[in-house]
């Protein structure tokens, strides 16, 4: 009997050593798996890439196309004036003279708009000239509502802006 146990024992050591090849062949396999999808991945990112600079290419292309196009369209076509010359051809052609080319004038408009009046004590005053705290000191103090208007004109922070209406409540009354 001696035989058959060591047979066992010998059949559970090839089974457990089957086991840990097959354990260790699926973690192979699934390295490859994985390095092959990085490879792919890598692949398909170069290829955008690729197909990126290409289309960028082309936009730029266009876009120098368009450009030289409305040049062509904005620029005053020139026509070269030849002068005629009254002497008789010799045997020999004579040189052409070059071209002369008349300067484009340019158009000036009939009217102007006046220019808008300046303050006549210099720059006005305006609160994104001030830090918060200040501004809203500067508005509260204001006594007048043109005044106040001049003042907070395009401001953006929120801080002065909520204090805008109480301001203009008090000079209505």
Do not use: C
Request: aromatic share 2%; no cysteine; glycine share 2%.
């Amino acid at each position: 009997m001696a035989k058959k146990g060591s047979k066992k024992e010998s059949n559970k050591k090839d089974k457990k050593k089957k086991e840990k090849k097959s354990i260790l062949a699926k973690l192979k396999v699934g390295k490859k798996k994985d390095a092959k999808k990085k490879e792919s991945k890598k692949k398909d990112a170069k290829k955008k890439d690729a197909k990126k600079k290409k289309s960028k290419k082309k936009d730029v292309k266009k876009k120098a196309a368009k450009k030289k196009a409305a040049k062509k369209k904005d620029a005053p076509k020139k026509k070269p004036v030849e002068k005629v010359t009254s002497q008789p051809e010799s045997s020999a052609p004579a040189p052409k003279p070059k071209p002369v080319f008349k300067p484009a004038t340019k158009r000036v408009p009939a009217w102007k708009p006046a220019p808008k009046p300046k303050p006549a004590a210099g720059q006005v005053d305006h609160s994104s000239n001030y830090k918060v705290h200040e501004a809203i000191k500067k508005v509260r103090a204001i006594k007048n509502r043109d005044e106040l208007m001049v003042f907070i004109k395009g401001e953006k922070r929120v801080t002065i802006t909520k204090v805008i209406p109480a301001a203009l409540n008090k000079l209505k009354q």
